[in-house]
């Protein structure tokens, strides 16, 4: 039996394996689950409060171990009473909210570790971003606005914190400096002129990735030199390189570049 845990501010539950299928309920940040299934993209699950089953993708599940699984059903959590708390992710030094009842294993200090990375309790409702020099006002706001999405989980057709996808982020970013992009990833890759090489990339620019057939199925925003801003699982920052995406945790390329195209 595997097991696994919800590392992010929610993870939706799906009555089938498919973005669009029928949501059935959400994981909280903190719950805990069985595995019973995996099937390409996407796991079949049970929690571990009332057994409830469903699919979520494979890019918001954290495996843990039995003896994790268990430790964290028997020791005493806290459960979150207000509407968000905040907790920083020490490898990052990221902060992100959480939901009104997800669940903190109990501390003292107000650290705490879940599948081998560390986190604390927060009072900042911002992150502490490393700053770019020589940035138009347009390009500043852009990037302050993003990074307030950071952790937030991917949700198929979503455009909030709580949830969001691709071309959601894409649209809300740009929108946020008064730019309004169409809201799918095939229809934004019609607008802005053609950047011919990633070196040439600058923050703010928009690169779109293909699959196999061609198709534009992903968008995300140039956060920095060869970085990447994006929703996929979570809204991350990767390398963007000529091939695509490189994701340094997988160690693998998660998408293949199309274009990148300057809005701005």
């Known amino acids: 039996m595997k097991y ?15 973005h669009k299928s029928e949501m059935v309920s959400q994981l909280l940040f903190g719950e805990c689950y069985q595995v019973l299934e ?8 049970s929690t571990a409060d009332c057994h409830y089953e469903g699919w979520i ?12 699984y268990s430790s964290l059903e028997t020791t005493p ?17 990221l902060p992100f909210p959480i939901f009104i009842g997800s669940r903190i294993p109990k501390n003292e200090d107000g650290k705490f ?3 081998g990375r560390e986190y604390s309790i927060d009072t900042l409702s911002k992150p502490t971003l490393q700053r770019h ?30 949830g969001i996808d691709c071309s959601g982020f894409t649209q809300n970013v740009f929108r946020s400096i008064n730019i309004d992009l169409p809201r799918d990833a095939s229809q934004q890759v019609s607008h802005g002129e053609t950047v ?29 030199q060869r970085q990447i801003i994006h929703a996929s699982g979570h809204v991350q ?9 490189f994701n340094q945790e997988l160690k693998k390329y998660t998408h293949q570049l199309r274009i990148i195209k300057r809005v701005l």
């Open 113 to 115: 570790s879940i599948a």
């Open 133 to 162: 020099e020589g940035l138009t006002e347009q390009q500043d706001e852009l990037l302050a606005f993003a990074f307030q999405y950071l952790n937030a989980p991917y949700l198929w057709g979503g455009r909030t914190p709580a």
């Open 196 to 224: 011919d090489f990633v070196d040439e990339a600058q923050i703010g620019d928009i690169a779109f990735f293909e699959n196999s057939e061609g198709h534009i199925v992903h968008v995300g925003i140039v956060c920095g």
């Open 4 to 18: 696994g845990i919800c590392r992010w501010m929610d993870a939706a539950m799906r009555a089938e394996a498919s």
């Open 237 to 245: 920052i990767n390398t963007l390189d000529d091939t695509g995406i």
């Open 57 to 68: 993708s494979q890019k918001q599940h954290t495996e843990i171990s039995e003896s994790e």
């Open 38 to 45: 995996e099937v390409s993209e996407w796991v079949k699950i």
């Open 77 to 93: 959590s806290s459960i979150v009473k207000s509407a968000f708390a905040y907790v920083r992710d020490t490898a990052t030094k």
